[in-house]
Nanobody, 116 residues
Framework: QVQVVESGGGLVQAGGSLNLSCAASGITFRIKAMGWYRQPPGKQRELVAIIPNHATANYANSVEGRFTMSRDYANNTVTLQMNSLKPEDTAVYYC??????????WGQGTQVTVSS
């Protein structure tokens, strides 16, 4: 059974930093990409960063230069280092695992709150 588990969310002041982690287990198939998404209050879920297989990370314009995503292929883990956080970064952050043949898995989400 596939499990995707995020950790590392919390409350931080504007300008601060947080590091999110995501671990995927039960993987018996090939993964296409792993990514981070977020859903701000009252808004739709949006892409934050994604790393396709053996490619560089792609970032949303709103986080470019402030967030850094890394991926450990051997352990099926990803991290998201978030610096210079802004109140508008407040959201539930989700880890996503995208695989072949329509397989797609989400974590339960972790809350990030940035106070002004």
């Amino acid at each position: 059974q596939v499990q995707v588990v995020e950790s590392g969310g919390g409350l931080v002041q504007a300008g601060g930093s947080l590091n999110l982690s995501c671990a995927a287990s039960g993987i018996t198939f090939r993964i296409k990409a792993m990514g981070w998404y977020r859903q701000p209050p009252g808004k739709q879920r949006e892409l934050v960063a994604i790393i396709p297989n053996h490619a560089t990370a792609n970032y949303a314009n709103s986080v470019e230069g402030r967030f850094t995503m890394s991926r450990d292929y051997a352990n099926n883990t990803v991290t998201l280092q978030m610096n210079s956080l802004k109140p508008e970064d407040t959201a539930v952050y989700y880890c996503n695992l995208d695989a072949y043949y329509g397989r797609n898995f989400w974590g339960q989400g972790t809350q990030v709150t940035v106070s002004s």
